[in-house]
Structure formats: C-alpha cells, structure tokens
C-alpha cells in the first residue's frame, strides 16, 4: 500500500495559479503510476491527469489539457499538479492515486490521498 497526502490547495482568482503536491510512502514509489482526481459535491469523482512510474508517459483529460501539468520526483516521493489558467469551473477537492497502471479509470486506482479543497473566483 502506498500512503499519499495531498497539500497546496486553496482559494485563487480565476486566472491565476496553484500548484498541488502529493507526497508519498510506504511501498515502492516509484514502481506507481500517479494520477489526479477532483470531485464536487452531488457529482462523481473524475479523472485529471496521470503520470507513468518513470516520467515519460503523460495523460489530461481534456478539459484541463494545455493548464495543467502533472510532474513527478521519485527521488522525493512527489507528484505535483500545477495549474496554471484557472477556471471556476475547476473548483473541486482533488485527490491523488497510485495504480500500477496509467489508465484514466477510477477502478484501477486503490490507494488514495485524503484531498485538498481548490477555489476559483470569478
């Protein structure tokens, strides 16, 4: 099992920037793909952005490609979101994951941080 714990969120203008951090222990790190999801209240939680266990192999969903940038230190244990652009539309607790996999799919994501609340103003 890999322990992650989510930091960085907070309120921002619409425009503006965050960067999120994802720090992580407990099994290999680096043997684990790395995503970011975000969830509102009433909806399901949805996928961001992955990152494979070696730096190479990126995915976004669409709405946040060309914003957002997911990276990674294995040498750290971190993965960062940085999103840059924002949008009300991106207010939403996000929550990082590990998964053996780089896929998009929820299912295939086990271990979970606790989340971090992001606020865009308009």
């Known amino acids: 099992q890999v322990q992650l714990v989510e930091s960085g969120g907070g309120l921002v203008q619409a425009g503006g920037s965050l960067r999120l951090s994802c720090a992580a222990s407990?099994?290999?790190?680096?043997?684990?793909?790395v995503a970011w999801f975000r969830q509102v209240p009433g909806k399901e939680r949805e996928f961001v952005a992955t990152?494979?266990?070696?730096?190479?192999?990126?995915l976004y969903t669409d709405s946040v490609k060309g914003r957002f940038t997911i990276s990674r230190d294995n040498a750290k244990n971190t993965v960062w979101l940085q999103m840059d652009s924002l949008k009300p539309e991106d207010t939403a607790v996000y929550y990082c994951?590990?998964?053996?996999?780089?896929?998009?799919?929820?299912?295939?994501?086990?271990?979970w941080g606790q989340g971090t609340q992001v606020t865009v103003s308009s």
């Open positions: 994951a590990a998964s053996q996999l780089l896929v998009r799919t929820i299912s295939f994501y086990n271990d």
């Open positions: 407990g099994r290999t790190f680096s043997n684990y793909a």
């Open positions: 990152i494979s266990w070696n730096e190479i192999n990126t």
